[in-house]
Nanobody, 124 residues
Framework: QVQLVESGGGLVQPGGSLRLSCAAS????????MGWYRQAPGKQRELVSV???????NYADSVKGRFTISRVNAANTVYLQMNSLKPEDTAVYYC??????????????????WGKGTLVTVSS
């Protein structure tokens, strides 16, 4: 079993910043791909950004240049620095982990393990 716990969500004004954190525990390897998906009200869950253990990354077009993903392999922790936030970034953000290669995860529909999510609200 793999447990993922997110933190760092909240209410922020447009143009502001937030940093999400996700700590993984249990039967997880530092080789797992980790990343972030989000689900806005009435919409499907979508990939935001993922990162391999070697530092390879992928971002949704909508967040490129504004969000940065990073990880600490030894701690099985992944972060998402979100800058220049927009109202359309409002969503529940889910941390995920997956043993499959990065390209397989990107082309797939999700990850094998999920956290419970953290709400990000961008509003004035």
């Amino acid at each position: 079993q793999v447990q993922l716990v997110e933190s760092g969500g909240g209410l922020v004004q447009p143009g502001g910043s937030l940093r999400l954190s996700c700590a993984a525990s249990g039967s997880i390897s530092s080789m797992y791909v980790m990343g972030w998906y989000r689900q806005a009200p009435g919409k499907q869950r979508e990939l935001v950004s993922v990162i391999s253990s070697g530092g390879g990354t992928n971002y949704a077009d909508s967040v490129k240049g504004r969000f940065t993903i990073s990880r600490v392999n030894a701690a099985n922790t992944v972060y998402l620095q979100m800058n220049s936030l927009k109202p359309e970034d409002t969503a529940v953000y889910y941390c995920g982990a997956d043993p499959k290669p990065l390209l397989i995860v990107i082309k797939g529909s999700g990850m094998d393990y999920w956290g419970k999510g953290t709400l990000v609200t961008v509003s004035s």
